[in-house]
């Protein structure tokens, strides 16, 4: 059984720092991509970023692109997401989930996903 368990959320002032995790487990993730993508209230999940598990080819949004970094871990089988000078409109809840469509940015391609972390950003 595929998991996809996510930590590392809370609440952090503007301009501060978090690490989120992803820890895989279920399935050999060698052909896959994990991607990370945010929810606010009232509207539709977006994509944040996506790396390749074999070759650790790297997407992002352009509302991320300079802040956030994405990596991994083969031998921990976990995912990272590090989130440097955050803004207010990074507060939502972050899902990391997989696919086997490289580089994928499209949320319906991604099969299985996590229960989700809340990060809020707030003076």
């Known amino acids: 059984q595929v998991q996809l368990v996510e930590s590392g959320g809370g609440l952090v002032q503007p301009g501060g720092s978090l690490r989120l995790s992803c820890a895989a487990s279920?399935?050999?993730?060698?052909?896959?991509?994990i991607g990370w993508f945010r929810q606010t209230p009232g509207k539709e999940r977006e994509f944040v970023a996506s790396?390749?598990?074999?070759?650790?080819?790297?997407y992002y949004a352009d509302s991320v692109k300079g802040r956030f970094t994405i990596s991994r871990d083969i031998a921990k089988n976990t995912v990272y997401l590090q989130m440097n000078s955050l803004k207010p409109e990074d507060t939502a809840v972050y899902y990391c989930?997989?696919?086997?469509?490289?580089?994928?940015?499209?949320?319906?391609?991604?099969?299985?996903w996590g229960q989700g972390t809340q990060v809020t950003v707030s003076s």
């Open positions: 989930a997989s696919t086997r469509l490289f580089g994928s940015r499209i949320e319906t391609t991604y099969d299985y």
């Open positions: 279920g399935r050999t993730f060698n052909s896959y991509t």
């Open positions: 790396i390749s598990w074999q070759g650790g080819s790297r």
